[in-house]
T-cell receptor, first 113, second 111 residues
Framework: NAGVTQTPKFQVLKTGQSMTLQCAQDMNHNSMYWYRQDPGMGLRLIYYSASEGTTDKGEVPNGYNVSRLNKREFSLRLESAAPSQTSVYFC????????????FGPGTRLLVL | LAKITQPISMDSYEGQEVNITCSHNNIATNDYITWYQQFPSQGPRFIIQ???TKVTNEVASLFIPADRKSSTLSLPRVSLSDTAVYYC????????????FGTGTRLQVFP
């Protein structure tokens, strides 16, 4: 039982490049989340998915797209990376809806030059 | 968006009780309060969750006054391994843009 896994662990991009961050959970959870955490800051919600095929915006959705491929997987895409998107990205899941206990992945560290 | 504030840092010694407060003046009726612990280079880990009054589990207690505009995480008899950053999370209503993490409290435990 791996919990929440994220790939890659670390990535360097140039401004304007695109990439997709992958997240998968094996706990049969319904809800999945994407957060970003800037140095010395708290986490900010980017997008949320209550179930396969549904997504909702969080506090900071601009510059990102998401896809809930199936119940297990929730991907985050940066179409045209900007230096302001340099951050650590965390994926999380919960059995029920927003507000229920979330289980976090190990994070993806992204550097945009 | 409402800001959730916490003390930036706290120091304690092993064996002491530590109380960390979180201020959430604009909490909504259907919002829950959840506390997470985060170690360097790791994702946050759930500690405790509550809606009102007092909740206790094997590692912590959570105190929420009647007006719910603040909450206090209580860690009994801390050890060196409790050195971490602690975040409160307020949300659970119908608007996901209202799911807000607090600013975080860095707890340092000394021997």
């Amino acid at each position: 039982n791996a919990g929440v896994t994220q790939t890659p662990k670390f990535q360097v991009l140039k401004t304007g490049q695109s990439m997709t961050l992958q997240c998968a959970q094996d706990m049969n959870h319904n809800s999945m989340y994407w957060y970003r955490q800037d140095p010395g800051m708290g986490l900010r919600l980017i997008y949320y998915s209550a179930s396969e095929g549904t997504t909702d915006k969080g506090e900071v959705p601009n510059g990102y797209n998401v896809s809930r491929l199936n119940k297990r997987e929730f991907s985050l895409r940066l179409e045209s990376a900007a230096p302001s998107q340099t951050s650590v990205y965390f994926c999380a899941s919960s059995l029920g809806g927003v507000g229920e206990t979330q289980y976090f992945g190990p994070g993806t560290r992204l550097l945009v030059l | 968006l409402a800001k959730i504030t916490q003390p930036i840092s706290m120091d304690s010694y092993e064996g002491q009780e530590v109380n960390i407060t979180c201020s959430h003046n604009n909490i909504a009726t259907n919002d829950y309060i959840t506390w997470y612990q985060q170690f360097p280079s790791q994702g946050p880990r759930f500690i405790i969750q509550g809606y009102k009054t007092k909740v206790t589990n094997e590692v912590a207690s959570l105190f929420i006054p009647a007006d719910r505009k603040s909450s206090t995480l209580s860690l009994p008899r801390v050890s060196l391994s409790d050195t971490a950053v602690y975040y409160c999370l307020v949300g659970g209503g119908y608007n996901t843009d209202k799911l807000i993490f607090g600013t975080g409290t860095r707890l340092q435990v000394f021997p």
